[in-house]
């Protein structure tokens, strides 16, 4: 049995990908290390989002993934950012893939407006979609309409 797991006080926690001995795994045969400072990054898409109601709107990756990616994506309003660094973008969400597709709701408000905009983000393994939708509780609600910074995330 290939040792995958070890918690130390010199390494802190380290897991190794399936079938690699976590004692000698160099880092690209890790799934996880605590003496990381963040996860690495697979691939930054800039992406468009257009202020439609209801329209499904696509982010495509590089890739089609075999397991989960995380993903994080930025709001960077209307200014493309391309350039910019991530660091520098306001942070919307953070989602992991799970199972064929994933949903989550999330709820962003105009910096401007005050308005809600309401999304529903669905992530493949291959893609990101984006989608305006409306409420129903009164409130006025703006589609948001802007640029997003999509961030795959890989594993050590």
Request: charged fraction near 15%; charge should be positive.
């Amino acid at each position: 049995m290939t040792n995958r797991i070890v918690l130390s006080v010199t390494d802190g926690l380290k897991i190794s990908k399936p079938g690699i001995n976590v004692l000698t795994a160099a880092d690209k045969d890790l799934s996880f290390s605590s003496a990381a400072s963040s996860f690495p990054v697979e691939e930054v898409i800039q992406f468009r989002v257009a202020a439609t109601w209801g329209d499904v709107q696509t982010a495509t990756f590089s890739q089609a993934y075999s397991s989960a990616p995380l993903v994080s994506v930025y709001t960077h309003g209307t200014t493309n950012p391309t350039g910019v660094s991530v660091a520098n973008q306001k942070f919307f969400c953070f989602l992991q893939f799970s199972k064929v597709f994933y949903t989550q709701v999330r709820t962003y408000v105009h910096p401007i407006s005050g308005h809600y905009t309401l999304f529903r983000i669905r992530l493949y393994n291959d893609r990101i979609t984006f989608q305006n939708i409306k409420g129903t509780s009164g409130i006025d609600m703006t589609p948001y309409s802007g640029y997003l910074s999509i961030v795959v995330h890989g594993t050590y």
